[in-house]
Structures are given as structure tokens and as C-alpha cells.
């Protein structure tokens, strides 16, 4: 199998033919539309059947375009694993030449990825994107120096006006461009669809659903929402050896920054704004102890994980829970958290983390205070159509018992009695029933977790049990 890797500089690019016995002479090609047509006519004359080349920037894209029109299986390859590759193969030079090698060994030794072409809409519109997000730098920057220059009165006038027609001209531009944006989406009935299904998450406004869309509509249909999370440099990297390294998780940052500053505001705004994500937010501050940023960057990940099952699905928002919408079936202990009613105190916005549970082991009334106020009203309601007495009499038995209280025997009300290891309500019209075994530690982890569930043990007493289990 004959391999081929391809340097692309600015100007020329380097092509080295690898085949079974040996690596070709290196030959160069201009970078441009005639020496595109060259480099692919030497790869096919010398029947190559995979060809790498690495990413870089918009020099290598219309290469790529190009050699994905003519039928070859081309890989673009990331440039630190190319980098990577050649210390692996300890090579000591560093020129056009010897980097085109590296990638026709690549291809050969590597399982190899095939790059897929994006639609002309997609690249068109992140370029319009990328274009974007650079104009509104420079205002801001613009707009930071004018402020700076009101600072002094010795900056004369005409700097003033420069300043404020640079602002008032990049202003202008991107009017101009999302005008554009705009107008391209609206004309594609597919592109109008995503725009509309973006638009619909909370924190995500037109300016934000662009950016967006122009980087990720150019990535394959079959990326899963973990490479996504990935590719934006949101995914945690560890760093652990043996017993002495033990450094906090960290993210890696290792991917497209452009995404990464797409999702930040609309993020930002959704932890300010929509109650649930403020609820997950918080509970990752105060329960969980990470930094605001780091909080940020979780909601970041949450926000990338709903808008991947709603593109995947083509399903609109409709205004459910934004973490219950990232899960793309199912929800998780954050989902979870997000989804608690506010309504019963500030203990009660999100469920515990695992650092909480442990300690919980060593802080009973903590743990006791936390499970009696979350379900109060929702036994309440279980308990009274259950036994026959009224909403009232069980609610308040339900707060008593959550106090440390109880009824006494025959008082004509549902007596209720606090287990406080395995966080056990009990109702019984009758004689209290026998105390429940105190669990182990290991098995009270286990069996006392999420959700509440109603249990008959005695259907002749009519007596009922509450256990909080693994639901």
C-alpha cells in the first residue's frame, strides 16, 4: 500500500510517497489551484491510497477540498499527534521535508480516520462566524481605548472622533455580516431549522446560535456528544501517578477555542437566568466547592450535551428542564438536582455530591434535617391517601417526625416514628410496629439514596413505611 504525506506552508507544499520498500523523494508544489492539479496527478501516477496532511488553518483547505474531489482517502491529521508521532520516531531534524516523511509513516503505522467534506453552507457560514467573532474583538478593544482616552483631558479631539469612527465602522461591518448570516440561513430550509431549534434554548440569541452553527455543522453526523464535549476542550484531564501525583482535574483546552468562547455566554446567561441551570450552578458552588468558573464550565458542557440531543433528535426545546434535555434519554443526579422544586427551602436545590454523602456519616442531623425537608409535602399527600386521615393530620405528623417528635399511642392519628440511621417514616393506626434493623455503614449508602418510595408491610394495619432507596 503506497502512503503519502503532504506539508502544507503558505506558499509551497511538500508531498513524500511512502511506499512497502522505502520513502520517496520529497517534490514540491505550489500552493494554488494549478498546483493543486499537479500534486493530485503525481498521486495518482504514483496509485497512492491514503494521503495525511495536517491541519492549518485555511492554508490546507482547499488542498483538502481538492484531493477529496479527485476520489483519494485523505486524513487531516491534528498537528500535536503529528508532532507526537515524530518524537516517537525520534527524529532529529525539522524542515518541509522530513515533516511530509513523518506524515506518509503516519498514514502507513496509524489507523487512519478518513477526513468527510462539510457542506459549502457550513464552511461559508464559519467563516462569516469567524469573521464575526474577530470584528466584535476589535470594537471591544476600540471601545476600551476611547474609554481609556475620556480619562485625560489632554487627549485632543480629532483622536476622540478616530476612535469613535473606528467604533461606529466595525459596528457597521458586523451589522453588515449578520445582516448576511441572516439572509443565507433563511433561504436554507434545513439551516432555518437549526437556527429556530438554537433560538429556542434558553441563554442562546441569534448572535450566539451563528457562531454556533458555524462550528458544528461542519463536523460529522456521527460524532457522539462526548467528542464533542472534546473537541471543545471541555473535557477534564486527569493527572495521577502512583501514589505521590494526585493533581485536581483540570480541563485540557484542547480543541477549538472558537466553540468554546461560542458556548461561554450562553452559559453565563443561563446560570444567571433560567431557574433550573441557576439551581445546578449554585448547588456546584456551595455544595460541590468549585470556583465560579469551574461552575461555568460545567454548565458549558451541560449546554453543549442539550443542544447535541436536540440537533440529533430535531427536537425543539418546549421549555423542559435544560440539564433533563442534555441527557439524551433518561436523567442524571444533576438532571435531577436541576429539576427540585425551590419551593422547599434552600437545603432542597440539589441532592447531594459523594464528598456530602460521606460525610453525612459522621453528621447525622445534617443528613436527617436534608432528607425530612425535601419530601414533606409529597408524603403528605402518599400518607393521607393511604390511611384514610386528611392531608393536614400527616403533614403535620410529617413535620413532627422531622423534628425528632412522633405521636404517642392512641391519640386518634396516624402515629409516625423517626428512624434516624436509615432515614425511616412510619405510619401505623394500631401499635407501633418492631424498630427496623440498623443498617451497616456500607449497606446505608447503598439503600439510602435517591427518591422516595411507599412501602406496605402490614396491609391489615394499614401501616406504611417511607424508605428513601436507590429509586
Not at 492554508?59 to 508532532?83: E, F, Q, R, S, T
Not at 480629532?158 to 433561504?187: G, M
Amino acid at each position: 500500500m503506497n502512503t503519502a504525506g503532504i506539508d502544507v506552508a503558505h506558499k509551497t507544499l511538500a508531498l513524500a510517497v511512502s511506499t512497502e520498500e522505502k520513502l520517496g523523494k520529497v517534490r514540491e508544489f505550489a500552493n494554488t489551484p494549478s498546483g493543486h492539479a499537479a500534486l493530485i496527478k503525481a498521486l495518482q501516477g504514483a496509485r497512492v491510497e491514503r494521503v495525511c496532511l495536517e491541519a492549518t488553518g485555511s492554508y490546507h483547505l482547499d488542498l483538502a477540498l481538492a484531493i477529496d474531489a479527485a476520489g483519494l482517502a485523505l486524513m487531516v491529521l491534528n498537528p500535536k499527534a503529528a508532532k507526537r508521532f515524530a518524537e516517537a520516531l525520534q527524529t532529529r531534524n525539522k524542515s518541509d521535508a522530513v515533516d511530509a516523511g513523518v506524515l506518509a509513516q503516519f498514514a502507513r503505522r496509524m489507523p487512519f480516520e478518513p477526513w468527510r467534506r462539510p457542506a459549502t453552507e457550513a464552511l461559508e457560514l464559519r467563516a462569516c462566524a469567524r469573521r464575526l467573532e474577530a470584528l466584535v474583538v476589535d470594537r471591544t478593544r476600540a471601545k476600551n481605548q476611547l474609554h481609556a482616552l475620556l480619562q485625560s483631558t489632554t487627549t485632543p479631539a480629532v483622536v476622540l472622533d478616530d476612535v469613535r469612527l473606528s467604533i461606529h465602522q466595525y459596528t457597521a461591518r458586523i451589522d453588515a455580516l449578520r445582516d448576511w448570516a441572516d439572509a443565507r440561513i433563511s433561504a436554507d430550509e434545513e439551516l432555518a431549522q437549526v437556527y429556530r431549534l438554537l433560538t429556542g434554548i434558553p441563554g442562546i440569541a441569534a448572535a450566539s446560535a451563528i457562531q454556533l452553527m458555524g462550528e458544528l455543522l461542519v463536523l460529522p453526523e456521527d460524532m457522539r456528544a462526548k467528542q464533542w464535549v472534546a473537541l471543545a476542550g471541555l473535557d477534564p484531564r486527569q493527572s495521577t501517578s502512583g501514589t505521590s501525583v494526585n493533581k485536581p482535574p483540570r480541563l485540557s483546552k484542547a480543541g477549538n477555542a472558537h466553540l468554546r468562547k461560542a458556548l461561554f455566554m450562553p452559559a453565563l446567561s443561563a446560570a444567571r437566568h433560567e431557574p433550573h441551570v441557576n439551581s445546578y450552578y449554585t448547588h456546584l458552588i456551595e455544595a460541590r466547592g468549585l470556583k465560579k468558573i469551574q461552575a461555568i464550565c460545567a454548565v458549558m458542557r451541560k449546554l453543549l450535551h442539550a443542544i447535541y440531543a436536540m440537533l440529533k433528535h430535531r427536537q425543539a426545546f418546549d421549555g423542559k428542564p435544560l440539564l433533563l434535555a442534555s441527557r439524551g434519554r433518561g436523567m442524571s443526579t444533576s438532571a435531577m438536582s436541576a429539576t427540585a422544586p425551590s419551593s422547599v427551602g434552600p437545603t432542597a436545590r440539589a441532592w447531594p455530591s459523594k464528598s456530602r454523602r460521606q460525610d453525612e456519616r459522621v453528621q447525622p442531623p445534617r443528613r436527617r434535617a436534608f432528607i425530612d425537608q425535601k419530601p414533606a409535602a409529597v408524603a403528605s399527600q402518599t400518607l393521607a391517601a393511604s390511611s384514610g386521615f386528611s392531608a393536614a393530620q400527616c403533614g403535620q405528623r410529617v413535620n413532627e417526625c422531622g423534628q425528632g417528635g412522633g405521636n404517642p399511642p392512641g391519640a386518634g392519628c396516624p402515629r409516625l416514628v423517626h428512624t434516624p440511621a436509615c432515614g425511616i417514616h412510619v405510619l401505623s393506626t394500631r401499635s407501633p410496629p418492631a424498630p427496623h434493623p440498623q443498617p451497616s455503614p456500607i449497606h446505608h449508602r447503598r439503600w439510602v439514596r435517591w427518591g422516595w418510595q411507599l412501602l406496605n408491610d402490614h396491609p391489615a394495619e394499614t401501616t406504611m413505611r417511607i424508605e428513601k432507596n436507590d429509586g
